[in-house]
């Protein structure tokens, strides 16, 4: 993606754009699945491990990213334009590939249909398989 439409959405998230957060949301960007610290360390050779772990940080308090918790491992994905850094709007599944060891967002799946009980709330769900 070209440096100036990360530097729009960064700016559009109240993002200072440095270089490597502009690195980062491009890499994010071009995925297909989520991926951990490791994976963007290992495409970042060179980079500080320290300094993506805040970008990734900063990008998750900002509403521009969300954390997924798979196998004791922390993956990342970006956020439905609709997240704030008051109120994250990721209500949908995610779907982990035993072969593939992969995450998506299954984000056309609907969940409003799930009923709780009236005096709960939902806020997190586990479905296996």
């Keep these: 993606m070209e440096k100036k439409k990360c530097e729009q959405i960064l700016a559009s ?5 440095t270089a490597m957060r502009i ?12 991926v ?5 360390e290992n495409y970042f050779f060179h980079s500080d491990r320290i300094t993506l772990y805040r970008t990734l940080k ?5 509403g521009l990213i969300h954390s ?14 609709a997240c704030t850094e008051n109120f994250h709007q990721d209500n949908h599944l995610h779907f982990y590939c035993t072969q593939c060891m992969e995450t998506v967002c299954l984000e056309q799946v609907d969940l409003s249909e799930i009923q709780v009980p009236s005096n709960f709330s939902l806020q997190q769900l586990r479905f296996f398989c």
């Design 58 to 62: 900063t990008f998750e308090k900002k």
């Design 13 to 17: 998230k109240k993002i200072s754009p």
């Design 23 to 34: 690195l980062t949301l491009d890499f994010l960007l071009e995925q297909s699945a989520a």
């Design 68 to 81: 997924i918790q798979e196998n004791n491992t922390t993956k990342y994905s970006l956020c439905q334009d």
């Design 36 to 40: 951990s610290l490791s994976d963007i």
